[in-house]
């Protein structure tokens, strides 16, 4: 778990040092990375605690559903925020892009996605809702059934059950 947190926080700061030169003209990038990094981290953190208390899961089917759903929206609000930090900063130098911060807002909820694969849960294929102590199990194809079941009705995809 521990392993968990650390390797967010890393690809967290990281992301942040690569929108900082991106998206503004900051001289010394890296001490504002860290402590956006740290404040994104802890973000995560408070809305995935205020997620384990609030969103109620009642079948397996629905805890994917509920898992993007919810998480797409948190993630919104959580890398707009550090990208408003990074824009306020970009429009004191005039370096600011609105197409170029969306994308890298978009960019950072998969990259957020992609992290949650690493957590104990996501290497057994558990979702987590709020927390990393999930019951709900999903394998990739039940997965990729659910998301394209939403986005592509027409296209059913047959999967055994796992």
Known sequence: MLLYGAVKFVAYVTWCYLGIKWLSDEATPFPLAVGLGTIRWFLG????????FTVQVSSREE???????VYSLVRVVEWGFIALIIGVRAREQSSFSLPQTVLWVFLGILLSFGTD?????????????????CFQQFSVWNVARLVSSRVCPFLPLTLENQ
């Open 45 to 52: 953190l408070v809305f995935g605690f205020i997620l384990f």
């Open 63 to 69: 805890a994917g559903q509920t898992y993007f759903f």
């Open 117 to 133: 694969l690493l957590s104990p849960d996501g290497m057994a294929g558990r979702f987590c809702l709020g927390r990393c102590l």
